[in-house]
C-alpha cells in the first residue's frame, strides 16, 4: 500500500514536545501487532527530541516489547492512569483504592457471578483460574494472573491499585449501573472500549491526570502535548492534550472530545497523527550543480558566413544550358595565298 505524503508542517503552530499513545486500538492494529509504519513515525519522533510517553490501562509488563522495540526511554502511564513509572522501571507516582471500596465491590460482583482482577503495580489477582480470561491477559501481553483466593484476605498486605470486573456486556452495563449508586465518588467506573469489562479506579483517576502531573514535572505546557486514544478511558487525556487526536476505530464520545479524527488502527492512524502534526519533514536536497558550457567562436562577417538552407529544403543540380555561339578567330595553321608575282601584275 501506497503511504501518503507528509503534508508540510505548519511553523506557526507551536512544535509538539510530548505524545501520549494509548496502546490497544491505537498504537497497535487488530492483530494486536505495531505496523512498520508506525514504528517508523515514531522513530522519527524521537528522534526530533519528541518524547513518547505510553498511556495503557494494562500493567507496565505489556508494554516491555514496544518499549524495546521503538527504544523509548521515557515514563509511561499505566494501570488506567494510577500507576505512572519513570523511565527506569521506577514507581514515580500511584493512587490506591481505599481497602473498604475494593472489599466492598469484591463481595457485590463476585455475589452476582462476575469474575474479579485486582491490579496491584504489575501484579494481577484471581480469586481462582479462568482459562478464557488467562488466555486473553496472554494475548495482549500482560502479566501472569496469580491465583490467590478471596483477594479480601491479602487487603491487609497488598495496595490494591484497580479492580477490574469481566462479565456479559448487558450485565457489566446494569453492574456499573448499581455500583455507581453504591460507591459514589469513593471511586471512578470506567470501560476501555470492552463492554464486558468494567474498572473501578481510585477517585479522580485517569490517564488525562497522569498525564497533566506528568507534563507539569517535565515543565512541558498543554500546547507542546498531543494525546492519541480511541475508548472512552482516553477521554479525558486527549481533552487535556493541546492536540487530542480520536482514530478512526475509536468511539462516538471518543470523537466527539478530540480536535482531530485520523485512519483507524489498522491504516496506520498513529503514523498519520505523527507526519501531519509532529514530525518536521526535512529540507528537499539542494538541486544538482549545472553544467555551464562555454559558447563557441562564431563567425560575425559576411564573408565566414556561409547562407544557412531550409533543414528540409531539397538541393537541385542546376539544369544544363545551350551554349552560346561565338566569333572563331582563323588557326594559325590555315595557308594564306600568296601576293601576286610582278610579271602577273603587269599582265
Request: proline share 8%; hydrophobic share 45%; net charge negative.
Amino acid at each position: 500500500m501506497t503511504e501518503p505524503q507528509i503534508k508540510p508542517f505548519s511553523p506557526a503552530r507551536a512544535a509538539i514536545e510530548l505524545v501520549a499513545i494509548d496502546i490497544d486500538g491505537t498504537l497497535l492494529n487488530s492483530s494486536i501487532q505495531l505496523t512498520d509504519r508506525v514504528e517508523k513515525a515514531i522513530k522519527a519522533a524521537t528522534a526530533q527530541g519528541v518524547k513518547i510517553v505510553l498511556a495503557t490501562g494494562k500493567t507496565r509488563v505489556a508494554a516491555l516489547d514496544i518499549l524495546t522495540r521503538l527504544g523509548l526511554q521515557t515514563p509511561g502511564i499505566y494501570v488506567q492512569g494510577v500507576v505512572t513509572y519513570s523511565a527506569d522501571g521506577s514507581i514515580q507516582n500511584q493512587l490506591i483504592l481505599k481497602d473498604s471500596v475494593v472489599r466492598q465491590v469484591l463481595t457485590f460482583a463476585e455475589d452476582r457471578g462476575f469474575t474479579a482482577l485486582a491490579y496491584s503495580g504489575s501484579r494481577i489477582l484471581m480469586r481462582a483460574h479462568n482459562a478464557d480470561i488467562e488466555a486473553a491477559i496472554r494475548k495482549y501481553h500482560d502479566s501472569t494472573p496469580e491465583i490467590v483466593g478471596p483477594i479480601q484476605n491479602l487487603l491487609a498486605s497488598v495496595s490494591i491499585n484497580k479492580v477490574v470486573l469481566i462479565g456479559d456486556a448487558r450485565a457489566i452495563t446494569a453492574l456499573r449501573w448499581q455500583l455507581n449508586i453504591q460507591i459514589g465518588t469513593s471511586a471512578r467506573l470506567v470501560q476501555a472500549g470492552i463492554p464486558s469489562m468494567l474498572e473501578v479506579l481510585p477517585p479522580g483517576a485517569s490517564k488525562g491526570t497522569a498525564l497533566k502531573r506528568l507534563a507539569s514535572e517535565l515543565k512541558i505546557t498543554t500546547d507542546r502535548i498531543m494525546a492519541i486514544g480511541d475508548a472512552e478511558n482516553d477521554v479525558e487525556m486527549i481533552q487535556f492534550a493541546g492536540i487530542g487526536i480520536a482514530m478512526g476505530n475509536a468511539d462516538d464520545k471518543t470523537k466527539a472530545a478530540a480536535n482531530h479524527v485520523v485512519a483507524t488502527n489498522d491504516a496506520d492512524g498513529v503514523a498519520e497523527a505523527l507526519e501531519r502534526f509532529v514530525i518536521i519533514p526535512p529540507p528537499p536536497p539542494p538541486a544538482p550543480p549545472v553544467d555551464v558550457v562555454a559558447p563557441t567562436a562564431v563567425a560575425t562577417t559576411a564573408e565566414t558566413t556561409a547562407p544557412s538552407t531550409p533543414a528540409d529544403a531539397t538541393t537541385t543540380a542546376p539544369a544544363p544550358t545551350a551554349p552560346t555561339p561565338t566569333a572563331t578567330a582563323p588557326s594559325a595553321d590555315i595557308t594564306t595565298p600568296a601576293p601576286p608575282t610582278s610579271k602577273e601584275e603587269s599582265a
